[in-house]
Structure formats: C-alpha cells, structure tokens
C-alpha cells in the first residue's frame, strides 16, 4: 500500500502542464541460455516495460519472465524513478531511486534498493561526459548486503553512430571466503579482504564500450567490456540486439550476448541468444509543442488555445524582466509576468504552424528559450524554431 | 538618348512599390532598408510568394539590433530559399510549408526529399514531418537517416504526433547518452537464482 501511494505521490510530482507520455512494450521471446551455474538449455521469455515521462520526472518499470525446461522458471522485475534538475550552464544533474528483485522457481528471490546522483556535463550537442554514484542495500541469500557503486562515461555522436564509454566500479561483500569454492565467473583464487568478520570486501570495474546506430530499417545496438577485480576471474561481456519494424505496432528483435554476474545479489551470468516479437503499446498524449529536452523538459511551454489566447510559460531563475520576441509578435519585445517559482507567463494569440522566437532577461542578448534547441539567427544572436498544433 | 531617358524612367518605376509600403517596414527600419526590404517584398508578391516570412525576417533583424545591410542579404538569402522551395512543393504548398521548407533547404537537405515527403503525404499537412526533418539534421543526424526515417512514418501514413515522437526519441537517446546501471535488453532472460559466493 505504501509502494503505491509513494507512486502516486511521484506522479503528482510531475509538473503541471507539463505534457505527459507513457509508452510501453511488450517482448515475447524464445531462444537458448546457458547460466554460469546452472543447467542450461532452451528458454521462453516475456517482458513488459511501461514507462511515464512528465516534466523532469521518469518512472520505467520492466520486468522479464522466463520459463526454463523442468518448470523452472525466474523473474526479474525493476521499478525507477529519475528526477532531472534544470541545466546550470552546461551541466545538469539526475538523482534516482531504483528497486531490483528477483523471484525463483523453488529458491528465494533477491531484493535491491538504491538510491543514486549523476552529474552530467555537455561540452557540445554532440559530446556528453557523466559522473555518479549509487548506494543502497540488497538482500540476497538470507543475508543484507551493502551496495555500493561509481560510474564515470561519456558519449559521443559520429555521423549516425552514437559511441559510449563508461567504468562502472561495484564494491560488495563476499559472504564467505573466497578461496573455498572457486567456479568459473564469480569467484578465483585471489582472497578478498576480510569484512570486520561478516564477510569479505570486494570490488570489481566494469569498462565497457557501446555502439548504437541504424542501417537500413535495422537499429542496432552492441556492447563489448572486460570486467577486472580482485577476486573474480576477468571475463569478456558483450552484448548484440536488432529491432526491424514490422508494422508501427510490432517489431521483430534478437538478441545475443555474454552478460556477467551481480556481485551484491549473487545473481549468475548467463550466454544467451534469443529471438521473439516486440508488441508496443502506444505513445501516450503527446506534447503539444516541440518536445523539450530531457534536462529542461517543463523549462518553456506553449499551451493549447484558451480565451483571447496561448499560455506562453518559460522558466528563468534569479531574473528581474523577461521578454518574449517572436513572428506572432511582429518580433516587437512582450514583457512576461512573474508567475512564481522562477516562472514567467503571458498569453498571446499564437496561431498554428512553425514560429521562431526568441526570449530576453534583464535587458540582455536574445536567445533560444530554455528546453529549446538553439538556431544561430542571420544576425548573430540565437532563436528557436517551434511548431505549434 | 532618349532610350536611356526611357530606361531611367523604367527602372525608377520598377523601382517604385507595387503596393503601399508595409507600416511595420517602415515603422521599424531605417528608410533605405525599409524600401530595399519592401522591394523584395514585392517582387515576391508578383512572383506568388508567401511575403510574410520575408517581412518577419526584417522584423527579425530589426529586433536582434542588425544593421540594414544585413537586413537586407537575409531576406534576399530567404527570398532565394522560398524559391527553391515552392519549386520543390509547387504552386499548391501552404505559407507554412514554404517557410518550413526554406529552412529545410537551408539545413541541406535536398529537394527531392521534400518532394518524396510531400507525394507520400497527399492531402497532409507538411509542417510537422519538415520541421522535423530539418530538426534531425539540424541536431547531427545524417541528412539521409534523417529523411528515411521521416519518410518511413510518412509512408506508414503515421499522424504529426509521431513525428514529434520520433525527435523526442532520437534526443532522448542522445541526451540520455548510454543506459543507465540498471537497464538491460528486455529480452535478455531473467537471471537464475543467486548461487553463494
């Protein structure tokens, strides 16, 4: 009960007027896996994923079942939230919270909850570098363990390629010493260091190398990383899936790959290679102005026509006077009120179709409005282009 | 002599406005850009050219501080662009979707896309899907991914939402960067139960 009024309490988080979407899909999927530890053979997978973006906040679930021969079966579900801070500059933040759990035929399941900050800075439209951490508690084999995580990536996009770069370091406690039992992915023969006697520290780095980019009607995505620790074995992760629309509503997917272990659940890694149908559920109302970015999704709004006119909303911290310019102003400056909370509002008949504007604060320069992509003017300051429905 | 009397008088003539000079011209830009501006104006009237995107662009420079000259060669550029763009969409396209198509043609992409757009979206707004288009390539998305990827919602007789969609994806993606520590491929089997360590 309390899971659901925390939901219902992010959702009314969400910004109001900020447009809201949920989309979701849904993968049937059948094809082979072979668990580190387990025996492998033939498996039948559905996965569901819902997501919800309003404003700056994010809500994703997914979950993936999968049915294995001898009735086995498991599951892994996964809930998050991500909350985007406006952009300071070329920087931004996220802080999230994410709960993990695992259900097993005839076995107990795990459980995990985290709480995490990024830090993202963008050099350009096309670079983007990351910092963050995670930290958290999961429960797993009848034992609490600590969670502990840092990350550092960067992206880039070349031509339609987009690349990624990312280290990911996990510390965790081993529950027992290392030396005793050693197996193929998670432990070696490297001890780790004794834990204040409940276990052993430890810790691993994942680096790992992304690509993801169409040809054709075919999008890919592929992944390739070695994972370094002290006390498991180095091991190669890779990962390759494809999507082809088949209608608007059905894709047909596959993918294949080396997935590793989780060190603080214990789950095992698996190879596996399968196929199956993507049925997506819809896009959701849809924003009714050009979709902001990610990092100042409610930042400037145009909303639907109501009275003598639009409701033009733009959010400008620490500002005295704020000007809207634009073609449906015959680019004479409108000042907007002060609305509260950093925002600023006029209404203005707006009609239809592709308009460009251009705010200013304080009597400064003009440029693009916040949560707009920024259009160099002929005469050298910055506009926006936004079509308007 | 008297033929270069005659051609004097000619070209003051042509010269002239056709029509009253725009108040707004007038009002907002020194005399000789508001008449330069206004002679544009004009000769795109005649022409059958949308003339409110090129008076805008002078209210455009007017604001953002542009001197005359400047003025001037942006909304010569624009004519220049509403040209090329009503010879791609022909005589039947909207003011919208002339304006959106200059800026597409400005973005560079080529003509025959917006000709491929328009005959898959028969009797179909073109705002959208153009403004879109030139959004992708404006934002690094190769010009000829950007245009099959638009052209293949348009094929599919897909609404303008979609479009909008299809940017917001392609952004979110690239504001996104890579997936985040817990994400995985949906169709990756759940894992087998913790064995341990």
């Known amino acids: 009960m309390s899971r659901r009024l925390a939901l219902l309490a992010l959702l009314a988080a969400a910004p109001a007027g900020a447009a809201a979407q949920v989309t979701g899909s849904v993968d049937l999927g059948a094809g082979t896996n072979r668990p580190d530890r387990a025996i492998p053979g033939g498996v039948a997978s559905i996965a569901p994923t819902l997501q919800y973006r309003a404003g700056p906040l994010d809500l994703d679930l997914s979950g993936v079942y999968t049915d294995a021969p001898g009735g086995r079966w498991n599951f892994q579900g996964t809930t998050a939230a991500t909350f985007r801070t406006p952009s300071l500059g070329i920087l931004h933040a996220e802080l999230g919270a994410e709960a993990d759990w695992t259900s097993h035929y005839q076995v107990r399941g795990t459980t995990a909850v985290a709480g995490s900050a990024r830090i993202y800075a963008a050099p350009s439209a096309r670079t983007r570098l990351w910092f963050g951490g995670q930290s958290g508690s999961a429960t797993a084999l009848g034992r609490r363990r600590p969670l502990l995580r840092s990350e550092f990536g960067t992206s880039a996009l070349i031509g339609g390629l987009q690349l990624g770069f990312t280290l990911l370091r996990s510390s965790f406690t081993l529950m027992s010493d290392p030396t005793a039992t050693p197996t193929q992915d998670t432990l070696s023969a490297v001890p780790g260091r004794p834990d204040s006697g409940r276990g052993y520290r430890s810790s691993m780095t994942d680096a790992r190398l992304t690509g993801r980019w169409r040809f054709g009607s075919l999008d890919f995505d592929a992944s390739i990383g070695r994972r370094f620790s002290q006390t498991t074995r180095e091991l190669t992760l890779w990962g390759v899936s494809a999507s082809r629309e088949i209608t608007p509503l059905l894709d047909l997917v596959a993918a294949t790959g080396r997935a590793g272990s989780d060190p603080v659940t214990a789950v095992p890694g698996s190879r596996y290679l399968v196929v199956g149908l993507r049925l997506k559920l819809g896009g959701g109302p849809t924003p009714l102005l050009l979709p902001p970015l990610p990092a100042d999704r409610a930042a400037f709004r145009i909303g639907p026509v109501a009275g003598s006119g639009r409701e033009v909303v733009v959010m400008v911290p620490r500002a005295h006077t704020v000007e809207l310019a634009g073609d449906f102003t015959d680019w004479r400056p409108v000042p907007l009120e002060s609305w509260g909370d950093e925002q600023w509002r006029a209404v203005l008949p707006i009609p239809p179709g592709l308009h460009r504007l251009a705010i200013r604060t304080d009597g400064g320069r003009w440029h693009a409005p916040p949560g707009t992509r920024p259009i160099q003017s002929e005469f050298g300051g910055e506009v926006a282009e936004i079509v308007v429905e | ?197």
Not at chain 2, 58 to 80: F, K, M, N, Y
Not at chain 2, 156 to 172: H, K, T, V
């Open chain 2, 1 to 197: 002599m008297r033929a270069s009397r005659l051609l004097l008088l000619f070209l003051l003539c042509g010269a002239a406005p056709a029509v009253a000079q725009d108040r707004r011209l007038a009002d907002r830009l020194d005399p000789t850009t508001a008449t330069t501006v206004q002679r544009v104006v004009d000769s795109a009237a005649r022409e059958g050219l949308p003339t409110e995107p090129l008076v805008q662009k002078a209210l455009e420079g007017s604001t953002l501080g542009a001197s005359g000259e400047r003025i001037v060669a942006a909304v010569g550029a624009l004519h220049g662009q509403l040209v090329r763009a009503r010879d791609a969409l022909g005589g039947g396209a909207s003011e919208a979707e002339l304006t959106a198509a200059a800026g597409a043609l400005r973005a560079g992409l080529p003509p025959a896309a917006l000709r491929r757009l328009q005959s898959l979206r028969t009797g179909r707004p073109l705002v959208v899907p153009i403004a879109v288009l030139t959004d992708l390539v404006a934002e690094g998305v190769p010009p000829e991914e950007a245009t099959r990827s638009v052209l293949d919602l348009a094929r599919a007789g897909r609404p303008d939402d979609e479009f909008m969609a299809l940017r917001q994806q392609l952004r979110a993606g690239r504001e996104g960067g890579m997936p985040g520590p817990g994400s995985r491929p949906p169709l990756r089997p759940a894992p087998d139960p913790p064995v341990d360590q």
